[in-house]
């Protein structure tokens, strides 16, 4: 019988003893939050600056947007469509940990005999399925975002 060590810090995250779909979702889940945190604090810098001095806030949208006043920037095109593939991924698996938290999925309580049945099984088929949903409206986005008629 093999022994898993915990890892603690970003370590564990990405290694706890053995990766399975679970774990996946949670080391996706923080990555976006850390990342939606960042965006969300860069954000708050730009429209502040708006604030302080429309003239600056003016200077930086034209070097950084991506659809500000016809000029087109890809780059950052792309990673306005990453931050919404990041806020769907959270927004769904945020959805699906409040479901498990409210203790819906997970099963009813069994005598530990072996062979040893888990309520993993219900999570699973609940998190496949809500990871689909999250997959479809990313696939509409796609189309959404690059379609000819939004430029």
Known sequence: MKRYQ???GVVGWVYGGKLNFERILFLLHRITGIALIFYLLAH???VGFRAYS???WDKIMR???GHYENV???TIYFLE???LVAVIFHMVNGIRLIFL???FFIGKPQRPVYPYKTSIDYQRVFSWILMIIASIFIIYSIFAFYSPLRR
């Open 63 to 65: 070097k950084i947007s």
């Open 81 to 83: 469509w990453l931050l």
């Open 54 to 56: 429309p003239e600056i």
């Open 44 to 46: 708050i810098i730009v």
């Open 72 to 74: 087109f920037n890809p």
């Open 101 to 103: 938290e409210l203790g």
């Open 6 to 8: 915990n890892y603690p």
